[in-house]
């Protein structure tokens, strides 16, 4: 709060198929956090975008702060790739098309892919320099299209 941020809510990424851990003496992590932060009370939050179908598949139901999403690799890239799945309703509930989507460490180029998929523009920033090939040739017309979402 003290440099201006709301943390609105704490979202649980459950991941189904986690990493082993390489220690013996505690569980395997199979959750991580997503923060959301806003610099103001009011703030833009498409909650429709991401809507979930009910059980029975007849109707919609609010997203629930529990998000279970299976982690998957991609060639080349470090161990974190984020799975595009889970960064989709990221973007969709904090922009619109047309919005600029910031990723201030683009790793391999998750969000910018996913952003781009979604009519959206990206502004990435990453310091590992052996990443920017990877990025570069992920958004690629090729890669772009094979993007599919579960």
Not at 120 to 147: D, M, N, P, V
Request: charged share 30%; with cysteine; glycine share 6%.
């Amino acid at each position: 709060r003290a440099d201006g941020w709301y943390l609105r809510q704490d979202i649980i990424w459950h991941k189904p198929n986690p990493m082993p851990e390489s220690v013996r003496d505690r569980c395997t992590k199979s959750h991580e956090y997503i923060f959301l932060f806003s610099k103001s009370q009011n703030y833009y939050f498409d909650v429709d975008a991401i809507k979930e179908s009910t059980v029975d598949g007849k109707g919609l139901k609010r997203k629930k702060t529990v998000w279970e999403v299976k982690t998957k690799p991609y060639k080349g890239a470090h161990f974190a790739v984020y799975p595009p799945e889970l960064i989709e309703p990221c973007i969709k509930a904090g922009s619109e098309e047309g919005d600029t989507v910031l990723d201030p460490f683009m790793g391999s180029g998750t969000t910018a892919l996913v952003s781009k998929s979604l009519q959206r523009h990206y502004i990435g920033c990453e310091l590992h320099e052996e990443y920017g090939k990877l990025i570069q040739t992920r958004l690629s017309e090729k890669s772009f299209a094979r993007l599919k979402f579960e």
